[in-house]
């Protein structure tokens, strides 16, 4: 492996690690925060949310994740074999599925219809309380779980490798 690949799958161990950093605040205390608020407090706060969150360095850092998992799994399926290759190619599958295909499938809908919502109106309470709060947040517990098992699995892969394979090749 190269020196570079290496250096990349050492970045990509520390994205997967921010990314579920960020998710981990989400369903750990900022949902419960927002979910106090008042009537259409945290409705307001999260949809405020959902529009930043598209200009800044989490997203790039959440999107380029995408290109890199679909790069690193190429390389751990054409370029190792083994355990290593195996685990190396798991974190960025779990990644892809676990941390993009869940955002893409279920919280980006949730986000998209809490937009869309009037915060004068009974129903958007009623789907704060009642959908989003709860299905949102299990989404995204699973998503930081995601990315915290791709980042440990590209960890164990990349201490699979034999010492000597990390520099050759």
Do not use: H
Request: glycine letters at 10%; one cysteine or more.
């Amino acid at each position: 492996m190269s020196p570079v690949i290496f250096f990349l799958l050492q970045f990509a161990i520390l994205a997967y690690a921010l990314v579920a950093g960020v998710f981990l605040a989400f369903s750990d205390f900022i949902m419960r925060s927002l979910a106090l608020t008042g009537r259409t407090g945290g409705v307001e706060a999260m949809q405020n949310i959902n529009r930043e969150v598209f200009r800044w360095i989490f997203m790039a850092l959440f999107l380029s994740m995408v290109g890199m998992s679909i790069l690193i799994a190429g390389y751990a399926w054409f370029g190792l074999g083994g355990p290593a290759g195996a685990l190396i190619m798991l974190a960025a599958m779990v990644y892809l599925v676990g941390c993009f295909g869940v955002t893409v499938v279920f919280n980006v809908p949730m986000n998209e219809a809490l937009a869309g919502m009037d915060l004068s109106e009974e129903a958007t309470r009623a789907y704060w309380t009642g959908t989003y709060l709860p299905r949102w947040t299990f989404w995204n517990s699973v998503r930081t779980g995601a990315a915290t098992l791709a980042a440990a699995l590209l960890l164990l892969g990349l201490f699979w490798l034999p010492q000597t394979d990390a520099w050759t090749s």
